[in-house]
């Protein structure tokens, strides 16, 4: 399993680019998954649905199955620089792993940066990131650079880059 990463500020188009990124993958006949980091609390199950009970009345995991899906719903009291390194324990194997976010973790990422954002891109201060794709008219970078719309360059920047999860993060 490969991980590569896609990181940005908020609404920099990273969802949109990692869509892009798997059904490229997928269409290459690789398999992939995808980690996405949320910044504050989120709900997958809702009030009243048994999931949500279950975890009301004090499981740890709740995993909710039917025949062609299932979803597990986890608790996590994991140390916030060990979250992406258990999660990654828990997905089954894959040739790449897509996280989007994470953008202070040590994996390798193209940053997403759009005409606008308030902020300097991140390339400049983070070594992690080798890679940026933006739609601005002069930006200056030695690392690798691409528009939102080159899809196939990047996905073959992604073969090149990404590197084995237990290189970085799980134990070998």
């Not at 992690?128 to 739609?135: E, K, R």
């Not at 899809?151 to 590197?163: C, L, N, R, S, T």
Request: charged content about 30%.
């Amino acid at each position: 399993m490969k991980i590569f990463g896609i990181a940005g500020w908020k609404n920099s188009g990273k969802t949109t680019l990692v869509e892009k990124i798997i059904k490229d993958l997928v269409n290459r006949g690789y398999t992939a998954s995808s980690i996405k980091h949320a910044h504050h609390e989120f709900e997958i199950d809702k009030e009243g649905k048994d999931s949500y009970r279950h975890r009301q009345a004090g499981a740890t995991q709740v995993i909710v199955s039917s025949k062609n899906l299932w979803a597990m719903i986890s608790s996590q009291a994991y140390a916030e620089d060990t979250v992406l390194a258990k999660l990654l324990g828990k997905l089954d194997p894959v040739d790449f792993i897509i996280v989007e976010g994470y953008k202070t973790e040590k994996h390798p990422k193209i940053e997403c940066y759009r005409l606008g954002c308030q902020k300097n891109p991140l390339i400049e201060s983070d070594a992690s990131i080798i890679g940026i794709v933006h739609d601005l008219k002069d930006f200056h970078s030695e690392q690798e650079q691409f528009k939102f719309n080159e899809i196939k360059e990047i996905v073959d920047f992604i073969e090149k880059a990404a590197v084995p999860v237990h290189e970085l993060y799980l134990e070998k």
